[in-house]
């Protein structure tokens, strides 16, 4: 998921990347090998040492919430970024209400039907948490799911800038439009996604094809995408035209 508020990087942050990157690779090979160690040695789901862990990453300020600084230093434990998809599922296992964020009460929710208490085990657990987007209806979960995790909770819809950085996320990899509605999005006049459309786009993006031509335009499409493919087609007969001239 997006990143929250993060410290700025320190000026050395860039020297020496490749040998960083070397170093990382390494480690994250040597921690998922610990990993499965700890997991056969651990006998079972432990709540206590669930909260040891979680207070790993709290303040004694806010004992009761893992914040951006916390939950920078917990996907470092763990070798995802804080962009990574996965901890967008894992948010959504935990039932999170806001992004960036994680209650101890969420924490425990999440963790305890993952079996999770330890980074050992959180480690192992990231495959499956990646599996659970090859499933259509899990993933429609996880969509409808995002766009109130990430609007700001006192907003009714979620902002453009916000919305497309989800919709990268989640469909950027799957959706061969999406390069296309992006670009759309960018120079039209919406400054906001409400969540008929934030449905709609995902419907949209399952459906239609890459020629538009199943679109009904007489259909229960909302208007932003009647729009898109207005747009797109106009787009695609001004390159045929151009090519044409050329």
């Given amino acids: 998921m997006p990143r929250g508020k993060r410290r700025a990087p320190e000026i050395g942050d860039n020297m020496d990347g490749q040998s960083k990157r070397a170093r990382t690779s390494y480690t994250n090979i040597a921690t998922q090998q610990t990993s499965r160690r700890h997991i056969r040695a651990e006998d079972g789901f432990n709540q206590k040492r669930c909260l040891t862990w979680f207070h790993e990453y709290t303040t004694p300020d806010e ?6 600084d916390g939950m920078e230093k917990f996907c470092e434990d763990i070798g995802v970024e804080p962009e990574n998809i996965v901890m967008l599922v894992l948010a959504y296992k935990m039932g999170a209400t806001q992004m960036g964020f994680f209650s101890q009460q969420e924490w425990l929710k999440g963790l305890t039907d993952l079996e999770c208490d330890s980074t050992a085990k959180m480690v192992v657990k990231l495959d499956y948490l990646r599996s659970i987007l090859n499933d259509s209806n899990s993933f429609k979960s996880i969509y409808r799911y995002a766009y109130d995790f990430a609007k700001d909770s006192d907003q009714r819809s979620m902002d453009i800038v916000t919305a497309k950085a989800m919709l990268q996320l989640l469909l950027g990899k799957h959706w061969p439009l ?9 120079q039209s006049k919406y400054k906001v996604i409400n969540k008929d459309q934030w449905c709609n786009i995902l419907e949209f993006s399952r459906t239609i094809c890459i020629d538009l031509s199943n679109y009904d335009i007489d259909g229960a499409w909302p208007v932003m995408l009647d729009e898109f493919v207005e747009w797109l087609r106009l787009q ?4 045929i035209v151009s090519s044409g001239s050329s």
């Fill in 236 to 239: 695609r007969g001004l390159v």
């Fill in 178 to 186: 999406y390069p296309q509605f992006a670009q759309f999005l960018e």
């Fill in 63 to 68: 004992p009761e919430t893992l914040g951006p």
